[in-house]
């Protein structure tokens, strides 16, 4: 089975709104995380990453929050756009062999509407 | 930025053909490429990672024999799907990570969508 999974399979949201994508991983080594976005027909797309030695992180728009605690992890994008309408993956890179191997989750749809 | 280009995008072919899909990194040179496969509604899957100049490592349950990996130089990983049938169509996936070490963001191709007839 998969070791990171995501809480919501989809998410509409209106233009404007602020949106949180969710994702919960099981491996409490994962030192590294990454958020991408993948629209149809295209590869995933880089959106922000975080380490374990911190619990938030900015991007331009987005924000990634991580809780170690329990295990989670989010996404959040101010002022959602038609054009963040994408799949959202979250990744994890347990410390388990040399590499950087990602594991994703299972992704959610994020769909804006003007 | 770093860029990962693939080619090519999309392959239709008989059952039996055997289809290359080539990785470069355009802008960085990446000793390790990883290549993933993802089926429609789903998730990316590892299948292998690509080292330069050794084997490549193979994910539980991938054949290395059906999924031919060459890591030639520190630009371009091959992934080669020997003798092609309906159940290997997927959408197969490379990236690279451009940093040094491991925790560095994996960037990606824009995959093939491959389908066998």
């Known amino acids: 089975g998969e070791s990171v999974g995501l809480h919501l399979p989809t998410l509409s949201v209106q233009e404007g709104d602020n949106s949180i994508i969710n994702c919960a991983y099981s491996n409490s080594a994962s030192d590294y995380f990454i958020w991408y976005k993948q629209e149809s027909g295209k590869g995933p797309q880089f959106i922000i990453d975080?380490?374990?030695?911190?619990d938030k992180r900015q991007g331009q728009r987005v924000t990634v929050l991580l809780n170690k605690t329990v295990k989670h992890l989010s996404l959040q994008i101010a002022a959602t756009q038609p054009g963040d309408s994408a799949v959202h993956f979250c990744?994890?890179?347990?410390?388990?062999?040399?590499?950087?191997?990602?594991?994703f989750g299972k992704g959610t749809t994020l769909s804006v509407s003007s | 930025g770093a860029v990962v280009s693939q080619h090519p995008s999309r392959v239709i072919c008989k059952s039996g053909t055997s289809v290359k899909i080539e990785c470069r990194s355009l802008d960085f040179q990446a000793t390790t490429m990883f290549w993933y496969r993802q089926f429609p509604k789903q998730s990316l899957m590892l299948m292998a990672t690509s080292n330069e100049g050794s084997k490549a490592t193979y994910e539980q349950g991938v054949e290395k024999d059906k999924f031919l990996i060459n890591h030639a130089s520190l630009t371009l990983s091959t992934l080669t799907v020997t003798s092609a049938h309906p159940e290997d169509s997927s959408f197969y996936i490379c990236?690279?990570?451009?940093?040094?070490?491991?925790?560095?963001?994996?960037?990606f191709g824009d995959g093939t969508r491959l389908s066998i007839l």
């Open positions: 990236s690279a990570a451009a940093g040094r070490g491991r925790v560095s963001p994996q960037h």
């Open positions: 975080i380490r374990s030695n911190m």
């Open positions: 990744a994890e890179n347990p410390p388990i062999q040399a590499g950087t191997a990602l594991i």
